[in-house]
């Protein structure tokens, strides 16, 4: 019998161009499931499973191994997160790109070297076996990025202070021109992105991050051909670049995941100027503690993040921590809170956290997307409770 909306294994597969038997190994791999099954066991999919097929499809021509599939799609019709995850892959696609420009520039390269009888760069194409590696890293660095992406909308679409938290940063540098700024861990480039109206013509800003995912979403988002802008990627506890290099340093939510804080510090002071700044952000004990309670009310195994990270660098102690290498030392808190009224922004912000909740909220997200609307039918509160400190070389 024809269900309406519904289509057999068979017309499913020829929608797709793939064999039944690959639609039926999806099911087995839990990677696919059909929307239902009657009861001699026969498989019906639906338009939106034909969506979930096509996003695993390209996931798949991507190089991502059935794991990797696994983890980073959604068991659900929520197009909300079908448009996140569409967007990270248009940047694995345009990575890919970007590979293989590379090789093709590399192979060229080679060519005309065999042509005119010179030596082969072979370190050259030595890097091209390292660029057919890359997958895995970048599956990685592109949910960094995402998360990223996440967490930023969640402050930037429902916050109470509409001044916003990279303009107030922003406010805070004091830019001027001529200014040499240096931004350890810039993220995706979203400081700089929401303030380049303000910007001056006539200044040099350097964005590092330790991972070039970012660094490549950050020049996606800024624009690689702005002459203000370089790109470096390296860990801030071995800043690449002279002493008294630059009049300001930016390390925005950074410090907290830093392993050694007092190497650190270090290398700031050794870059800046004698009259230079460093700008330094982080939260304190309260920020965001209503959507641990929330998810630990869903279920009490589920930790948001594997520390806290306050701990390590928060409003309550960075002040002595960068005491000995800085004074003075100035800490000026930024007054927010987050309201809404709406689950899907919540849920993408938690499940871009770096804990254990997608290993076991994605199983039953059907239940905890419904715990969650129905919490924040009648608006939800959220304390913020972030700011930074301005210090200057002692």
């Given at each position: 019998m024809k269900l309406p909306g519904y289509y057999s294994s068979g017309q499913f597969a020829r929608m797709a161009n793939v064999s039944v038997r690959t639609i039926r190994f999806y099911?087995?791999?839990?990677?696919?499931?059909?929307?239902?099954?009657?009861?001699?066991?026969?498989?019906?999919?639906?338009?939106?499973?034909?969506?979930?097929?096509?996003?695993?499809?390209?996931?798949?021509?991507?190089?991502?191994?059935?794991?990797?599939?696994?983890?980073?799609?959604?068991?659900?019709?929520?197009?909300?997160?079908?448009?996140?995850?569409?967007?990270?892959?248009?940047?694995?696609?345009?990575?890919?790109?970007?590979?293989?420009?590379?090789?093709?520039?590399?192979?060229?390269?080679?060519?005309?070297?065999i042509g005119k009888q010179e030596g082969i760069d072979w370190s050259q194409m030595l890097d091209l076996i390292h660029l057919t590696g890359m997958e895995k890293s970048l599956r990685t660095q592109y949910q960094d990025a995402t998360n990223i992406s996440a967490r930023i909308r969640l402050h930037r679409d429902y916050s109470v202070n509409r001044q916003g938290w990279f303009p107030w940063i922003y406010e805070q540098c004091q830019i001027r021109p001529g200014m040499q700024v240096l931004e350890l861990g810039c993220g995706n480039g979203a400081l700089w992105a929401e303030n380049m109206s303000r910007l001056p013509d006539r200044i040099s800003v350097t964005l590092s991050d330790i991972s070039d995912g970012m660094l490549r979403d950050a020049r996606r988002t800024i624009g690689g051909q702005d002459p203000r802008f370089s790109f470096a990627a390296f860990d801030c506890h071995s800043i690449p670049y002279a002493d008294a290099s630059f009049d300001l340093v930016i390390a925005n939510h950074v410090l907290?995941?830093?392993?050694?804080?007092?190497?650190?510090?270090?290398?700031?002071?050794?870059?800046?100027?004698?009259?230079?700044?460093?700008?330094?952000s982080t939260y304190g004990a309260s920020h965001m503690r209503e959507i641990s309670s929330l998810v630990q009310e869903f279920d009490s195994r589920i930790v948001l993040s594997a520390e806290k990270l306050y701990e390590h660098f928060g409003l309550e102690n960075g002040?002595?921590?960068?005491?000995?290498?800085?004074?003075?030392?100035?800490?000026?808190?930024?007054?927010?809170?987050?309201?809404?009224?709406?689950?899907?922004?919540?849920?993408?912000y938690i499940l871009s956290c770096h804990g254990n909740q997608n290993q076991l909220l994605l199983e039953r997200y059907k239940d905890f997307r419904t715990f969650t609307e129905h919490r924040t039918r009648h608006g939800f509160h959220i304390t913020k409770a972030a700011g930074l400190f301005l210090c200057h070389p002692a």
């Amino acid at each position: 019998m024809k269900l309406p909306g519904y289509y057999s294994s068979g017309q499913f597969a020829r929608m797709a161009n793939v064999s039944v038997r690959t639609i039926r190994f999806y099911d087995k791999q839990n990677v696919l499931k059909p929307s239902y099954v009657n009861e001699s066991g026969a498989r019906f999919y639906t338009d939106s499973d034909f969506a979930r097929l096509q996003q695993i499809l390209l996931l798949k021509y991507l190089g991502f191994s059935l794991d990797d599939i696994r983890e980073m799609t959604i068991s659900d019709t929520d197009y909300h997160f079908m448009l996140s995850s569409l967007k990270m892959q248009k940047k694995l696609v345009q990575d890919r790109i970007e590979q293989l420009q590379l090789v093709e520039h590399a192979i060229e390269n080679t060519v005309d070297a065999i042509g005119k009888q010179e030596g082969i760069d072979w370190s050259q194409m030595l890097d091209l076996i390292h660029l057919t590696g890359m997958e895995k890293s970048l599956r990685t660095q592109y949910q960094d990025a995402t998360n990223i992406s996440a967490r930023i909308r969640l402050h930037r679409d429902y916050s109470v202070n509409r001044q916003g938290w990279f303009p107030w940063i922003y406010e805070q540098c004091q830019i001027r021109p001529g200014m040499q700024v240096l931004e350890l861990g810039c993220g995706n480039g979203a400081l700089w992105a929401e303030n380049m109206s303000r910007l001056p013509d006539r200044i040099s800003v350097t964005l590092s991050d330790i991972s070039d995912g970012m660094l490549r979403d950050a020049r996606r988002t800024i624009g690689g051909q702005d002459p203000r802008f370089s790109f470096a990627a390296f860990d801030c506890h071995s800043i690449p670049y002279a002493d008294a290099s630059f009049d300001l340093v930016i390390a925005n939510h950074v410090l907290f995941y830093c392993s050694d804080l007092d190497r650190v510090f270090r290398e700031v002071r050794r870059v800046l100027r004698p009259d230079g700044v460093f700008l330094c952000s982080t939260y304190g004990a309260s920020h965001m503690r209503e959507i641990s309670s929330l998810v630990q009310e869903f279920d009490s195994r589920i930790v948001l993040s594997a520390e806290k990270l306050y701990e390590h660098f928060g409003l309550e102690n960075g002040a002595s921590l960068l005491a000995p290498y800085f004074a003075p030392v100035r800490c000026l808190c930024y007054e927010d809170a987050i309201e809404l009224d709406r689950a899907e922004p919540l849920i993408e912000y938690i499940l871009s956290c770096h804990g254990n909740q997608n290993q076991l909220l994605l199983e039953r997200y059907k239940d905890f997307r419904t715990f969650t609307e129905h919490r924040t039918r009648h608006g939800f509160h959220i304390t913020k409770a972030a700011g930074l400190f301005l210090c200057h070389p002692a």
